[in-house]
């Protein structure tokens, strides 16, 4: 199964790079006019959970992400690391097409080819936002567990951006048992909430790794669904 996956990331990388080559200049030129600065943005994000060590313990590996840049230059200069959210007023006008069509993550393509990361799976988090998701969520880590993490996935094509469920959805009637269930106000529209969702879907797609007819099914559909994602705008 380890080869097969293989196979397709190498496979679709390949294609993947050379139509971000063709587009690259056009792309360069609309991101750099609309907001002057770096066209790539690089950052550190947590990769698989593995177990290493004389003594066993799990570890987990790190790795540099490319992507389109889509905020201002100085985004965190006074916030630090925070996860985006929706209608982040630090995104630019072009940038926000970008996050919502999903094209910011072409340049993901290099890290596939790489072996960084797999053209499916979950989607990578920055280890200082991992860390405390992880006290906050148990069994958070879980989802990295022998699995590298992809440009897409189930959660990214089944849920918003942070994890929320969208409006009339299956997992939106559950959200009730999902996030805050015990209806603290203060606690009402947290992070972690949204990431508790999008963990459920991130530990189905690695429970279907155990066997290969649902990793192929899964593989597939993920892979032919998420164009319709990007064309359609949706998932952010």
């Not at 994890?163 to 106000?185: I, K, M, Q, R, W």
């Amino acid at each position: 199964m380890a080869i097969t996956k293989r196979a397709i990331d190498l496979l679709f990388s390949s294609v993947g790079l050379v139509l971000l080559a063709i587009f690259l200049p056009f792309l360069a030129l609309a991101i750099y006019l609309d907001s002057p600065g770096p066209i790539f943005y690089r950052q550190r994000r947590a990769a698989a959970l593995k177990a290493g060590g004389k003594a066993g313990h799990l570890q987990l590996t790190s790795f540099w992400m490319l992507k389109f840049r889509t905020m201002r230059v100085d985004a965190e200069a006074r916030t630090g690391a925070v996860l985006a959210q929706q209608n982040d007023p630090r995104v630019t006008r072009l940038g926000a097409f970008l996050r919502r069509t999903r094209l910011d993550e072409l340049p993901q393509f290099w890290n596939v080819f790489r072996g960084d990361m797999s053209l499916v799976g979950p989607r990578p988090e920055r280890p200082e936002l991992l860390q405390n998701l992880s006290l906050a969520i148990p069994f958070f880590e879980e989802r990295m567990r022998d699995c590298k993490p992809g440009i897409t996935g189930l959660a990214q094509i089944s849920l918003s951006y942070s994890g929320g469920a969208p409006d009339g959805s299956p997992v939106a009637a559950l959200a009730g048992s999902l996030t805050n269930p015990y209806g603290f106000e203060a606690a009402r529209g947290a992070l972690a909430d949204d990431m508790r969702t999008k963990l459920l879907f991130d530990l189905a797609y690695v429970t279907g790794l155990a066997r290969f007819s649902t990793f192929i099914m899964t593989e597939l559909r993920i892979i032919l669904f998420t164009p319709y994602i990007m064309l359609r705008g949706l998932g952010r």
